[in-house]
C-alpha cells in the first residue's frame, strides 16, 4: 500500500490518479488527520509527501513520516512542499528562490537514477514554488539529482535510501514524462516488496505448490507476487515449471489470471497515451483456422474511422501468419519502440506493439515454457497485457473454456469496455460463417448476445478468406482497404472493425458496421495503414 500525505493541496488527486495506474492500494489522509502511531499499524510499502502551501516546518505529520521512511528503508517520494520537508528532516536549510515560480517551465537537468530513470535529460517541467533547498546545507545523505535552467535544486535523494525529493510537479499534464517519474516509484516500492519477498520465496514456493496440488484456488494478490517473483527472476526454473504446471492441471481462475496480468502489466515497458480511449483488437489466437489477419485489417479500418487503436502483437505461433509478419510484409517497422508508438497512435491513430520488445521480465520465463510444450497461464495473458494499458479490448479466443473466464478478467482489471468473442467453429475472430458468442464487459457489468452476421448482411464463407503465407495476408489486406476486395474478405474485416467501434461509440452496432464500412469506402482507412508505416520507420 502507498500512503499519499496531502498536505492540503488542490491538486492531490492528480498525483493519486497517477499512482492509481500503478498502484491498485492508495491511502489518502490530510497532513493532520494522522498520526505516526496509527500509520504505523498500517503496511505501508511506499510513501508520497504531496506539495501544498505554506513552509514544510508547518506540514503536520509528513516530517514524522519522513524520519519513519528513513529509519525503516521504506520508499518516499516528496513532491515540492515535500521535496523540502525531506531538506529539513536530514538538517537542511530551505530559503526564497532566486525567482518565485507560479505555473511557469522550466528545463530540468538529472542523473537518470531513482524516479528519473529512462528518462530524457533534459525535460521541462512546471514548478509552482517560492521556496528551494539551500545548496550549502545539505548533509552528505543527501546528493542532488536534479537542478534547473537558472541553478535550483529540483531533485534530492538520499544515498543509499529509497528516498527521494522532486521541487517541480510530476503530476501537471505539462510537465514531460510526469506520469512515467510516478510509475519509476512506483516501480521501485514494488522492488522493495519483492526484496522482502526473496528470503519467502522457497517458502512461499512450497505453500503455494502444495495448495495448488490439492487443487485450492490461490487469491488475485498471490499470483501477483508469485508473477513477480517469476519476471523479475528471483524464481528457479523449476519453480516456474512446477508452478505453470500445476495450474494449467487444476484450471487457472480469474482472480489468478488477473492477478498476473496485473504484475505483467507492471513489468512492461509502457507506451503512455494521453487519450484513455484506445482499443486493442488482439485475439487469443490458436485456432488454427488459417484466415489471413482479419483483427490487423480491422485495426486499419477503426483507426481509419477516426478512433485510436493500439495493436498489440507477435509473430505467428499457431497460424500461418502472425499481426507482426503480416505488418512486416507490408513494409512497417514492426519492433518501433513506445516513444514511435505513441506518436504513430497520436498522428494516426494506429500503433503496433510488438510483444516481445514490451515484455523485457518473459526472459525468464519462455524457456521453461518452450520445454513444457503445453499451453499455461502465459498464453492468456500475452492477449491480455497490452503496454499501452488500454481500457477497451475487443479479444476473440478460440475454446468455449476462455470465452467463459475471461469476462471476470476484465471486470477484475478494471476496463471501461470491452468484448470477448468467441465464433462458431472456434474461430478466435467474429465469424462470418455461422454465429458468434460475444459478453460484453462495461466496467462492473457483463452481458451476453449471439451475433448472426447475416442480420447485418456480413455472411460469408471463411474458406474465402484462408491463407497460406503472411505473403499471401498482406495482398488480401491491401485489396479491401484499396477497395479492390469487397467479398467475404472485406465482410471479415467490417464486422470485427465494427464491434472495436461499438465498444468506443455510443451507437448500435448496425452504425458501427456502417462506420466501418464507410472508412474503407472513403479511403481513410488505407491512408491510415501508409501513414502509419511510413511513421513506424521514423526516430524516437
Known sequence: MILVIDNYDSFIYNIVQYLGEYEKEIQVYRNDAISLDEALNMKIDGIVISPGPGRPEESGVSLDMIRYAIDENIPLLGVCLGHQALTIVVGGQVSGATHIMHGKASSITHNGKGVFEGIPSPFTAIRYHSLVAVRASLPETLEITAESDDGEIMGLAYKDKPIYGVQFHPESILTDYGKQMIANFVRIVHQKQQEKLVGKVSSLSKNIFQRLSMRENLSEEETEAFTDLML????????????????????????????????????????????????????????????????????????????????????????????????????????????????????????????????????YVMPVRKELGFRTLFNILGPLVNPAHVKYHVMGVFSRELY????????????????????????????????????????????????????FNLAGKLENCRISSPEESKTIIENILQRKETGDPSKAVILNAGLAIYILDDISLDQAFTKARQAIENGRAWQTLLQARELSWEKA
Open 232 to 363: 523479475e527472476g528471483h524464481t528457479t526454473p523449476s519453480q516456474i515449471a512446477a508452478y505453470l504446471s500445476l495450474l494449467r492441471m487444476k484450471g487457472e481462475t480469474a482472480a489468478e489470471i488477473a492477478g498476473s496480468a496485473r504484475s505483467m502489466a507492471r513489468h512492461c515497458v509502457s507506451v503512455n497515451l494521453s487519450d484513455e480511449k484506445v482499443v486493442d483488437t488482439c485475439g487469443s489466437g490458436g485456432d488454427k483456422s488459417n484466415t489471413f489477419n482479419i483483427s490487423t485489417a480491422a485495426a486499419f479500418v477503426v483507426a481509419g474511422a477516426g478512433y485510436k487503436v493500439a495493436k498489440h502483437g507477435n509473430r505467428s505461433i499457431t497460424s500461418q501468419s502472425g499481426s507482426a509478419d503480416v505488418l512486416e510484409k507490408l513494409g512497417f517497422c514492426v519492433t518501433a519502440g513506445p516513444d514511435v508508438v505513441k506518436r504513430c497512435i497520436e498522428k494516426t491513430n494506429f500503433g503496433f506493439i510488438f510483444a516481445p520488445q514490451y515484455h523485457p521480465g518473459l526472459k
Open 404 to 455: 467463459e473466464l475471461l469476462p471476470e478478467v476484465f471486470v477484475r482489471l478494471g476496463y471501461k469496455r470491452a468484448l470477448v468473442l468467441h465464433g462458431e467453429g472456434g474461430l478466435d475472430e467474429a465469424t462470418i460463417e455461422g454465429k458468434t458468442l460475444i459478453t460484453e464487459i462495461k466496467e462492473s457489468t457483463t452481458k451476453e448476445m449471439i451475433l448472426d452476421p447475416a442480420d
